[in-house]
């Protein structure tokens, strides 16, 4: 039963294999403007997992009919590219990418004005470009702030991050060993830091109250990447300069 | 047809009724049938008030991924037939019917409550394949709920082909598809910041947001997929997950062994 390459022990003495305690982040990266052509782009890293998000609009909606005379129409896409995984991802959407395009389209959907832009697209389209476990959370972490630089009008800014467990031990933001051999592993997606979920989707088994902990564990993880993505705006918008991808 | 607004939804839900007179955690009736399809392997009818979802389960042969070298696969679909609904369109499967079938995959896969471990014809070249083709017939709402239901009556009524010179031999059966479990998933939907369960599909056009908890026999939380537009709170979750784990019993009685 017990999957090809799985390592003996995952938590030693309290700690991951990665060297992290229990509650621990990996190092975040986060930079706010970083493609030329979009109106908004961000870069959001947890650790090996590299997402960048662009957004395109409010434009004229296309095609015609998909128009909604009183507000906007967000349309988020999430795609991996090929080299981001030891094995090849094949380009195009996939029954995955499709269904993450949807919750992640539903958790931005709570915070945006559309109102303020009737007949109009927002595009969001976020690429994974290396990916080492918690990748949509990265991906929606920087489709927010791509979203807050392109000047679209919203309520708040969505943060998000992963939990899981490992050997009974509820973490926070899980690896990529973790996200492959782990028990369980769950996205949440809060507005702001409010006790707001607008994102949530979880494979494995947990009691309920293991589930709060793990909710209540997400959302202090949220509650510091808000300041983390608040900073990373603040430091965009006080120099005005442009800054190139690194 | 005829469907009451929006705002009316929200406004009966919040004088604390439902349109159809039920409690907030009250399912409409529901009827299961199963081996309605003489030619799958295992199949079930699910009939929740006008809701209607076939499930079809055909067993396949096929090689394993390289990872689980000794395990069978599942594999979940699920189609939104055009006379089901004057919303569905004919074509490849759309964001909605690929969500339907993750959630339900899900929830069998994360529970274990096929044993893969005991599908395996020989190791590293071929393993039983489950397919669980789920067929919507009438749309009224909820369909997780009863796609779910749906495909465990089925599997709990599938049986594995006999397996000859590498062919199935069709309607000739060698055992039952082993089960070690039977999840259910229930769906809590936040309508005007009221929980009930299984709205109908007015309910469902007005809701804020849904989640669907799949919970085993042990009670336990196994699947989690929160969808719709709008948000949860901590105490709304507590309480969606309390809901599904005493409903989820409820509708596991309704499938027998």
């Known amino acids: 039963m017990t999957k090809v390459g799985k390592p003996d022990q995952m938590i030693i003495k309290g700690k991951r294999l990665d060297g992290r305690d229990l509650e621990e982040f990996r190092p975040i990266t986060l930079n706010v403007g970083v493609l030329k052509r979009a109106e908004g782009s961000a870069v959001f890293k947890f650790g090996d997992t590299y997402a960048l998000a662009a957004v395109y609009g409010p434009k004229t909606m296309h095609p015609k009919h998909m128009q909604n005379p009183q507000k906007a129409v967000l349309k988020c896409i999430y795609s991996m590219a090929p080299f981001s995984t030891k094995e090849r991802v094949r380009p195009g959407r996939s029954r995955r990418s499709t269904e993450i395009s949807k919750v992640l389209n539903e958790a931005l959907s709570n915070v945006i004005f559309f109102e303020d832009y009737p007949k109009t697209g927002i595009d969001v389209f976020v690429e994974i470009l290396q990916a080492d476990a918690s990748t949509r959370c990265a991906g929606l972490n920087a489709a927010s702030l791509a979203l807050a630089d392109a000047g679209i009008p919203m309520r708040d800014l969505i943060t998000t991050c992963s939990v899981g467990k490992v050997e009974d031990k509820i973490i926070l933001d899980v690896g990529g060993y973790e996200d492959n051999y782990g028990d369980v592993d769950m996205a949440v997606a809060i507005i702001g830091n409010q006790d707001k979920i607008v994102l949530l989707q979880m494979d494995g088994i947990i009691t309920k109250e293991e589930f709060i902990k793990m909710i209540k564990l997400a959302r202090d993880g949220c509650a510091k990447i808000y300041e983390m993505q608040k900073s990373a705006l603040r430091e965009r918008y006080k120099t005005g300069e442009e800054d190139v991808e690194s | ?257």
């Open chain 2, 1 to 257: 047809m005829l469907k009451a607004s929006e705002n009316y939804v929200k406004k009966i839900v919040e004088e604390e009724m439902r349109i159809d007179n039920r409690r907030f955690d009250e399912f409409r009736e529901i009827k299961i049938e199963t081996d309605v399809i003489k030619n799958a392997e295992g199949s079930a009818r699910v009939l929740m008030g006008n809701t209607h979802v076939l499930v079809g389960i055909k067993m396949s042969v096929a090689s394993p991924f390289p990872d689980t070298p000794d395990e069978g696969m599942l594999i979940v679909n699920a189609e939104l037939a055009p006379i089901a609904s004057p919303t569905f369109e004919p074509g490849p499967p759309n964001e909605d019917s690929i969500e339907l079938a993750r959630v339900v995959d899900r929830g069998i896969r994360e529970s274990h409550c096929i044993g893969l471990e005991k599908l395996c014809i020989e190791e590293g070249k071929e393993v039983w394949e489950v397919n669980i083709d789920i067929h919507v017939l009438d749309h009224d709402g909820n369909l997780i709920d009863a796609a779910a239901l749906g495909a465990m009556a089925a599997l709990l009524r599938t049986k594995i082909p006999r397996y000859e010179n590498k062919r199935i031999v069709f309607g000739d059966y060698e055992r039952q598809l082993p089960i070690n479990d039977r999840p259910i998933a229930i769906t809590v939907t936040k309508i005007s910041d009221k929980l009930l369960i299984d709205p109908n599909l007015e309910e469902e056009d007005a809701l804020d947001a849904r989640i669907t908890i799949s919970t085993n026999e042990k009670g336990e939380i196994c699947s989690l997929q929160k969808g719709g537009e709008g948000y949860f709170t901590t105490e709304e979750l507590e309480r969606a997950a309390d809901l599904s784990i005493l409903k989820g019993k409820e509708l596991r009685n309704l499938l027998g062994n």
